[in-house]
């Protein structure tokens, strides 16, 4: 086959999904704030029969080639769970990386959009690296800065290439950095002072003795608070205990922090070490000597930077002075903790671009936007 012909190919067993992981080599190579994943926790993580988070989702993978060299690759997928919920009709994609070329993203998102036609459906979202409790959005402001773990990267030229392909934004997600050393305002120290005096008000780190408990009791305030957000879909008891497995060797008691009134559970947060910090440069290998890197630099020299991937506060309590404050409380429990730990910055993400209340909180730390992330849509003929 001639080199400079396209052709897309679906990906079928191990390999070829060893291979879609192995594509952002080639669309990234050159790129310095990219962080390729390892491939052994790809696999694993995509792997359905391990994933409950999957088991709803039917799924379709495609590698585009020129010739014998990779060029891009997208995924399709109906979620149960979502049309359950929304009953709208709507397939996603995601895994969208690509070469700057308008030929191989108008192959990609064709294949994807038949497919899903194909099963009836008549809208696109996405990205969605598989689901809204995964990866998801496509970056479109703040390129000069690596990702953090579970946050996606992009080149600056995927979204005119996708939006010539008729995509139209449909939401965009914040992340916000947070400076660790950086003293709070005055007038945000005070107001946790009061709240957190008031009695029955308690903020505590997470019970390690209890610890599949206490997960499920951060997955059903989760599912409290978020239940009115865009895109919403609930953690399910069996995706709490994978949660609760896979975060396990990362965190300690002080990576939580749950707030209470009157002994009942009401907020969480969940904080994890920044794992891409820790792969960096590895190339998603970790033999031969990789895994030695990788032990390192979490155990040795440590990471100094963090991501806050959850937070909630109980429906109730949203939208009150005490449910901010107790937000804010939790944060600085956290940030306490990982300033004793060497951390400098750490990442609160994602934020909906119009979730004004979870925005304001986060603007009282002095915590600044400084990424964009955005989901597309289109309707299909």
Same mark, same amino acid.
């Given at each position: 086959m001639a080199r400079g012909e396209l052709r897309l190919e679906p990906v079928a067993g191990t390999a070829g999904l060893r291979a879609f992981v192995g594509v952002t080599r080639a669309v990234y190579a050159g790129? *310095?704030?990219w962080v390729q994943p390892l491939t052994v926790e790809r696999l694993d993580h !995509?792997?359905? @029969?391990?994933n409950p988070f999957l088991r709803a989702i039917e799924v379709q993978y495609w590698i585009a080639w020129r010739g014998s060299e990779p060029v &891009? $690759?997208?995924s399709a997928q109906v979620n149960r769970r979502h049309l359950e919920r929304y009953d709208d009709a709507? &397939?996603?994609?995601g895994f969208l990386d690509a070469v700057d070329d308008p030929e191989v993203f108008a192959l990609l998102t064709a294949a994807a959009e038949g497919w899903l036609q194909a099963r009836g459906l008549r809208r696109i979202t996405g990205p969605f690296s598989l689901s809204i409790n995964d990866e998801c959005g496509l970056l479109v402001e703040g390129f000069d800065r690596p990702p953090s773990m579970m946050m996606g990267h992009a080149r600056p030229y995927f979204a005119p290439r996708l939006e010539a392909q008729g995509y139209a934004k449909a939401k965009d997600l914040l992340a916000y950095d947070v400076d660790a050393a950086a003293p709070w305002p005055e007038a945000t120290q005070k107001m946790i002072a009061r709240v957190l005096a008031m009695p029955g008000v308690r903020i505590r780190p997470l019970d390690m003795s209890r610890y599949r408990e206490e997960i499920g009791t951060i997955c059903r305030i989760f599912n409290d608070a978020w239940a009115g957000n865009w895109g919403f879909i609930p953690f399910g008891e069996d995706e709490a205990a994978y949660l609760a497995k896979s975060i396990r060797p990362l965190v300690g008691a002080g990576s939580f922090a749950i707030g209470e009134l009157d002994g009942e559970p009401v907020g969480m947060i969940v904080t994890l070490p920044n794992l891409n910090e820790a792969i960096a440069g590895l190339d998603g290998r970790l033999l031969p000597l990789g895994w030695l890197k990788l032990l390192w630099r !979490?155990?040795? $020299? &440590? *990471?100094t930077t963090g991501r806050m991937p959850l937070m909630g506060i109980a429906k109730r309590l949203q939208g009150t002075t005490k449910g901010a404050a107790l937000a804010l409380g939790m944060i600085e429990s956290i940030r306490r903790y990982y300033q @004793?730990? &060497?951390y400098r910055h750490s990442e609160l993400s994602w934020v909906l671009e119009d979730n004004r209340k979870v925005q304001a909180v986060i603007a009282a730390t002095g915590a600044v936007p400084y990424k964009r992330y955005r989901i597309y849509e289109k309707a299909l003929a």
């Amino acid at each position: 086959m001639a080199r400079g012909e396209l052709r897309l190919e679906p990906v079928a067993g191990t390999a070829g999904l060893r291979a879609f992981v192995g594509v952002t080599r080639a669309v990234y190579a050159g790129d *310095p704030c990219w962080v390729q994943p390892l491939t052994v926790e790809r696999l694993d993580h !995509l792997n359905q @029969a391990k994933n409950p988070f999957l088991r709803a989702i039917e799924v379709q993978y495609w590698i585009a080639w020129r010739g014998s060299e990779p060029v &891009g $690759r997208i995924s399709a997928q109906v979620n149960r769970r979502h049309l359950e919920r929304y009953d709208d009709a709507t &397939g996603q994609f995601g895994f969208l990386d690509a070469v700057d070329d308008p030929e191989v993203f108008a192959l990609l998102t064709a294949a994807a959009e038949g497919w899903l036609q194909a099963r009836g459906l008549r809208r696109i979202t996405g990205p969605f690296s598989l689901s809204i409790n995964d990866e998801c959005g496509l970056l479109v402001e703040g390129f000069d800065r690596p990702p953090s773990m579970m946050m996606g990267h992009a080149r600056p030229y995927f979204a005119p290439r996708l939006e010539a392909q008729g995509y139209a934004k449909a939401k965009d997600l914040l992340a916000y950095d947070v400076d660790a050393a950086a003293p709070w305002p005055e007038a945000t120290q005070k107001m946790i002072a009061r709240v957190l005096a008031m009695p029955g008000v308690r903020i505590r780190p997470l019970d390690m003795s209890r610890y599949r408990e206490e997960i499920g009791t951060i997955c059903r305030i989760f599912n409290d608070a978020w239940a009115g957000n865009w895109g919403f879909i609930p953690f399910g008891e069996d995706e709490a205990a994978y949660l609760a497995k896979s975060i396990r060797p990362l965190v300690g008691a002080g990576s939580f922090a749950i707030g209470e009134l009157d002994g009942e559970p009401v907020g969480m947060i969940v904080t994890l070490p920044n794992l891409n910090e820790a792969i960096a440069g590895l190339d998603g290998r970790l033999l031969p000597l990789g895994w030695l890197k990788l032990l390192w630099r !979490l155990k040795v $020299r &440590g *990471p100094t930077t963090g991501r806050m991937p959850l937070m909630g506060i109980a429906k109730r309590l949203q939208g009150t002075t005490k449910g901010a404050a107790l937000a804010l409380g939790m944060i600085e429990s956290i940030r306490r903790y990982y300033q @004793a730990k &060497g951390y400098r910055h750490s990442e609160l993400s994602w934020v909906l671009e119009d979730n004004r209340k979870v925005q304001a909180v986060i603007a009282a730390t002095g915590a600044v936007p400084y990424k964009r992330y955005r989901i597309y849509e289109k309707a299909l003929a």
